[in-house]
């Protein structure tokens, strides 16, 4: 405790949730260091080595001497390097200048927020949504209107619900294509099919989170920025952090509408300055035309779990699934299991089941309420078949416990 007689931490940071896929795998990792042999699905993290061609490229830029601060938006190749990634791969056309450079995606999406919100603004998200969406948008004193979807309709909304949902109040429309937590795909088609509901709220700017981009497990991507009607107003967010294994190495980006890549450029001069030299040299190799093809053996080593996973999940009494298309996540709903008690404690929450499962299984995961569905756990399976094959038994015994 502290001296003095009341809080001073300010009200914003009071209010203000720790990220719950942070908070697990610490919980997680503090068992661990207990001596408890604990499995770990609850961080989205690939557990692969980055490729040894982006970490020479590191090397280099130490031994070479790239040791300064970086131009605040980012090395200027770099920024024309993703300017090219992004017509290549994407069919988005911008310039270096709507580039930003940042100390990864969410910092990407924390300058966006901070940029564009004034208090009470709407921001629209489908949930189930990745974590930080919500807790930065409040913070940054926005209002937050979730649009609802369905494990049924594999968690994707459709051009009726998104109307509904939108306003002339709503600010940003913000989302993860694939989606973390759970793994859906839109395809180009779906997109399409939003369209008109876009082009009816002119005012409206889209954030498309594309940071799975590279893991996913169908050719139908397509990014939101590539359709020309509603172009000016998409701000595309990606970096390296899953795609190339890369997420110690902190690098993000967006491309936006000038002005807006400018407003990140200003906050972030405020705030952090531009990211780490070395990793951005280390980038400069990533992104180059056939960098993302050293990436296929973890795609297809993501898949191939991915289809052992919902084998294994497959068999357990009660719980429901969507088959993901892209990232590393099932997003199973567990309400079967919600309400009934383990030694008279009742389980009300996925989070009272994420922590039982900790507690009694051993298993780190992350309760569905931090993504918008409280009713759903999220399982990361970044992590081999044979782990899998163990999580998921402990997972079984202690559900079998439950009255
Ligand atoms: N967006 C989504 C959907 C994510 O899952 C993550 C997870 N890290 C991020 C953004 C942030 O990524 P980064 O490591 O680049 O900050
Ligand atoms: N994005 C990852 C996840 O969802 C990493 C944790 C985080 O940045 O919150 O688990």
């Known amino acids: 405790m502290n001296n003095f007689s009341h809080n001073f931490l300010s009200h ?22 207990k ?4 499995i770990n699905l609850s961080l989205g993290e690939p557990d692969f080595q980055t490729p040894a061609f982006i970490c020479e490229a590191a090397k280099t830029a130490i031994d070479e001497g790239h040791h300064g601060y970086t ?32 100390t990864g995606a969410k910092q990407c999406i924390a300058n966006l927020l901070i940029s564009l919100l004034n208090d009470g603004d709407e921001v629209v998200l489908p949930a189930p949504y990745w974590v930080s969406y919500k807790d930065m948008a409040q913070f940054f004193g926005a209002k937050v209107v979730e649009v609802p979807s369905r494990l049924e309709d594999d968690f994707k909304i459709d051009a ?16 993860s294509n694939p989606c973390n937590p759970s793994g859906t795909l839109y395809s180009k088609e779906e997109l399409e099919s939003l369209l008109s509901v876009f082009e009816r709220y ?123 298309q892209g990232a590393f996540y099932l997003f199973p709903r567990i309400d079967y299991y919600l309400g009934k008690s383990y030694k008279g404690k009742v389980l009300s929450h996925s989070k009272d089941l994420a922590l039982y499962l900790l507690e009694e299984a051993h298993v780190g995961l992350t309760p569905g309420g931090a993504f918008g569905c409280p009713e759903h756990i999220r399982l990361s399976y970044a992590v081999e078949e044979n782990v899998l094959t163990d999580a998921v038994q402990r997972i079984d015994r202690a559900l079998k416990l439950l009255q």
């Open 202 to 324: 002119p005012n409206l700017i889209i954030i498309s989170d594309e940071i799975y981009e590279y893991i996913r497990f169908e050719d139908n991507f397509c990014s939101l920025a590539s359709f020309p009607t509603i172009a000016q107003r998409v701000v595309t967010v990606n970096g390296l952090s899953k795609g190339f294994a890369m997420t110690g190495w902190r690098l993000g980006y967006l491309a936006a509408p000038l002005e807006i890549a400018k407003a990140c450029s200003k906050v972030q001069s405020q705030m952090t300055s531009g990211a780490n030299a070395p990793t951005q040299r280390a980038a400069m190799v990533a992104l180059r035309a056939d960098g993302w093809r050293e990436t296929q053996t973890m795609r297809e080593a993501f898949r191939q779990r991915r289809d052992h996973l919902i084998a294994l999940l497959s068999a357990i009494e009660g719980v429901e699934f969507n088959c993901p």
């Open 35 to 38: 001596g408890v042999d604990v």
């Open 12 to 33: 914003k940071v009071q209010n203000l949730a720790e990220s719950e896929t942070l908070a697990m795998a610490q919980l997680t990792n503090d068992l661990k260091s």
């Open 71 to 102: 131009p605040v938006a980012g090395e200027l190749k770099l920024r024309q390097l993703i300017a090219e990634k992004l017509k290549r791969e994407n069919q988005i056309h911008v310039t270096a200048q709507q580039v930003v450079v940042s």
């Open 160 to 175: 009726k619900t998104l109307d509904e949902y939108l306003s002339e109040n709503s600010k940003i429309f913000l989302f």
